[in-house]
């Protein structure tokens, strides 16, 4: 799953948390992607399994997800 700390409605760190308190999709591998600068402090104390800043680009995500996935 790919989201943004800074959503509208629920918030993306609200979002982690419901996934990772629901036994059957606290396993689902999350990316969070933020412009953030303490991003990425907030997605790894929340339990997501990888972080990307913006700006990025294709490849970037893609790696990122590669390496989520094979883990």
Known sequence: ????LWM???SGDQ???IIRNTPEIKNIPILVLSASVDGRDVAEGLG???FIA???DLN???SSIHD???S
């Open 54 to 56: 913006k700006p990025f």
């Open 15 to 17: 979002l982690i948390k």
């Open 1 to 4: 799953m790919l989201l943004d």
């Open 68 to 70: 989520v996935l094979a």
């Open 8 to 10: 509208p409605v629920l």
């Open 48 to 50: 997501a399994n990888g």
């Open 60 to 62: 970037e995500i893609t």
